[in-house]
């Protein structure tokens, strides 16, 4: 079945006609992943990919003429808030912002308005999401995925791609590879990702990426350690070696409460049945401890 | 007034003006010669904030109308010498002199002291200019009149990541010790989130207010708690803290809620919006190197050890290290080259890394997605063609087009390797190999 992006996907994609927008959906449509739609403001009527995919100038028209249900974007910083509240506003129910540089501030009405709707959001500055073998949303390669039954979630980019292609590599394949993206502010959490990956049949093992900063490991293994008992669940977490920082201001240490460091998130992981690597390299051997048998 | 001067000018909610010379940092002022802060051994969350000084943080709470004492600024002892002059003359029975670096914990290193004579300001500002904060050395001290403290509170904005909202939060035990205090007495702390649309709104800042025991003067501390919340929207901040919001005693027995001191972080991914914010980037505590960096588009990170490190990506440059660590190295630096860089980006890195005479050995690793492994290629073959020191180097190419860089590495004799950790092993090698 796979979560966020599979055969039932498709896909409009925001700022189909810019650079990076272009040579990404090529990529995606060559993986599989059924692109319906682009928009760029007033180059609607035109076409993209060759004559491909047509191009409309709202994301509510390219709804209503293609169907589109998820949407990827490309859109600047300046531009891309709004560009995720236009798409939920057409209706979009899975929304990629890969969009890097977003200032924090502006995300905050943004993902309430898309929590209200009821939408989803991952991102931004995500590499978006892969379901091996049938589609990929965003900019993460093709090419280091292998159909299996082991669902990853990461905080990271290029660092997820490192770990899924170990994981290849041995013969151990993914269900669906999230990027949620190292922004401050975002749509979709490890939590959310990980009660997705327990509703989902295609799902029978975890692998979670995570890395110092902030108490989103901390939250996702309390969560796992209750209703995700009985799966493998193998982490790695990016920063172990990292002395503590000069941190300014008490605020951030009132609010954090002692999560954040690597110590805390590798314990809060392993007290909840997470096996915890030091190497991504040492993933897939991980599984198999745990008990996964794909 | 000197021409880095500005006057500021603030009215209390009470309709009192106070009024302020701020100075900007600028670097080369004063006689403390310029300092190479010392390589770090540690590295802050990566989080793109930038920190600015209390004068300067001042500066934006005076703006946005909270009160703000007025103060001087002083790169000198004569400087401050004629500051305390001009604030003892004025009638004020004693000054406060206050280093001006961006760490925690200035107090409790000596760095904030009174002074009741002009003399006694003289050595005050003397001891504190050029002393070593946490490897900072203080080039420039704020002074203003010491206030006649009746209480202390504790007042911020915040970005909550987890709430996805700005936090106003608060304690009436406010100081120094605010952070064991959310430790031993949680419910001391008083929190009000803003509405994701609505802001925040009059009632909560009442609420707070009262809660705070701040009812006897209600009308100034709702006046701040909204002011911390504007000055956080209007310069895009992270963070907007005072510690402490005080009450102080007029010499005429009016009391009054002033902000004694003040921390502003800025979101950087935002300054491009605040053109006018980006000089309060303080040049005399940012390492050369990471200033270079950061101006080449780089995430540079100097550390204290002989192995630079060259990835692509916050979590994979923070593994790299994780690895070379494991492998029984010090990593001489964090350096995150970003997605799709090209040649020249890279050349420019590997010219950065170089210029720390500790490294001995350096360890490229590169994950391409939309970045290609051969325009990193070419980037150190073009680097590596002008290096002054030859220093050996082991790289680790995989994704796009790692099959070009392969070739081309291969044809330009670089160590190279198939794994991380074989590249983090190999790199540990050659730094030892280069230390014997």
């Not at chain 1, 996907?9 to 700022?15: A, D, E, I």
């Not at chain 1, 931004?124 to 159909?147: D, Q």
Request: hydrophobic fraction near 45%; charged fraction near 20%.
């Amino acid at each position: 079945m796979s979560i966020l992006v599979g055969p039932d996907t498709r896909l409009v994609v925001q700022g189909i006609t810019g650079r990076e927008g272009e040579f990404h959906s090529r990529a995606m449509r060559e993986y599989g992943t059924r692109i319906v739609a682009g928009v760029t403001p007033g180059k609607g009527g035109q076409s993209a990919l060759d004559g491909a995919v047509p191009v409309y100038d709202t994301v509510a028209e390219a709804v209503r003429e293609t169907g589109a249900n998820t949407s990827c974007i490309f859109v600047p910083a300046g531009g891309a808030p709004d560009a995720v509240m236009e798409a939920t506003a057409a209706g979009i129910a899975t929304i990629f912002c890969i969009t890097e540089g977003i200032p924090a501030l502006d995300m905050i009405p943004v993902v309430e308005m898309v929590r209200r709707a009821g939408a989803t959001l991952i991102g931004p500055n995500c590499p978006g999401a892969t379901s091996p073998g049938s589609a990929k949303v965003g900019i993460i390669p093709g090419s280091i995925h292998l159909e299996g039954r082991v669902g990853v979630v990461s905080r990271s980019g290029t660092l997820t791609y490192e770990a899924v292609q170990a994981m290849t590599d041995a013969g151990v394949g993914q269900s669906t590879c999230v990027g949620i993206g190292g922004d401050p502010i975002i749509g979709t959490t490890f939590l959310d990702v990980l009660q997705r990956f327990a509703a989902d049949d295609s799902t029978d093992a975890i692998v979670l990426i995570g890395e110092i900063g902030g108490s989103a490991e901390e939250a996702a293994a309390a969560w796992a350690g209750e209703h995700l008992a009985d799966i493998p669940k193998v982490a790695f977490i990016a920063g172990r070696t990292a002395p503590e920082g000069k941190r300014m201001g008490h605020a951030g240490a009132i609010i954090s409460g002692g999560a954040g460091t690597a110590a805390s998130k590798v314990a809060a992981l392993e007290a909840a049945g997470f096996l915890v690597a030091g190497s991504p390299t040492e993933l897939p051997g991980l599984l198999r401890d745990a008990g996964y048998r794909g | 007034m000197a021409s880095d001067a500005q006057l500021l000018v603030g009215v209390r909610a009470d309709g009192s003006v106070v009024a302020g010379v701020a100075r900007r940092p600028q670097a080369g002022r004063g006689t403390i010669p310029s300092p190479v802060p010392p390589a770090r051994t540690s590295y802050p969350e990566l989080l793109p904030l930038v920190k600015i000084q209390e004068a300067d943080a001042k500066s934006l709470l005076l703006a946005q109308g909270l009160p703000v004492p007025a103060w001087d600024v002083a790169y000198t002892v004569p400087e401050a010498r004629a500051a305390a002059e001009r604030i003892l003359g004025a009638g004020a029975s004693a000054v406060v002199i206050k280093a001006q670096v961006l760490v925690g914990g200035r107090g409790k290193a000596g760095g904030v002291k009174l002074a009741a004579s002009v003399a006694e300001a003289e050595q005050v500002a003397g001891a504190i200019l050029g002393m070593d904060i946490k490897g900072i050395t203080v080039r420039k001290v704020l002074v203003a009149e010491a206030a006649d403290i009746t209480s202390e509170f504790y007042m911020a904005a915040v970005l909550d990541r987890d709430r996805r909202a700005i936090l106003l939060m608060g304690s009436a035990e406010g100081g120094v010790e605010i952070e064991q205090v959310a430790v031993d007495n949680p419910s001391a702390i008083i929190r009000h989130h803003a509405d994701p649309l609505l802001g925040l709104l009059d009632y909560q800042a009442r609420a707070f207010a009262f809660e705070m025991g701040l009812g006897a003067h209600l009308k100034a501390a709702v006046a701040i708690a909204k002011g911390l919340v504007r000055t956080m929207l209007a310069y895009d901040a992270d963070l907007v803290e005072i510690n402490p919001l005080a009450i102080v005693r007029e010499p005429d027995g009016t009391q009054h809620l002033v902000c004694l001191d003040a921390k502003v972080t800025l979101d950087d991914s935002a300054l491009p919006r605040h053109p006018e914010l980006e000089t309060l980037r303080d040049p005399d505590e940012e390492d050369p190197a990471d200033r270079e960096a950061r101006e080449a588009g780089l995430t540079f990170i100097k550390l204290d050890g002989t192995i630079g490190c060259m990835v692509n990506g916050a979590g994979l440059a923070m593994t790299t290290m994780d690895l070379v660590k494991r492998a029984g190295g010090e990593p001489a630096n964090f350096l995150d080259i970003g997605g799709g860089a090209r040649a020249d980006k890279v050349a420019a890195a590997m010219r950065i890394i170089l210029a720390d005479p500790k490294v001995d050995a350096i360890l490229v690793n590169i994950f391409g997605g939309i970045t290609r492994g051969d325009e990193v290629a070419r980037g150190l073959i073009e680097a590596r063609a002008v290096q002054e020191r030859d220093v050996p180097m082991i790289v680790r190419i995989v994704g796009t087009n790692a099959a070009e860089a392969a070739i081309l590495l291969e044809q330009a004799n670089f160590a190279t390797a198939a794994s991380l950790d074989e590249a983090a092993s190999k790199a540990v090698a050659a730094s030892r190999g280069a230390a014997a």
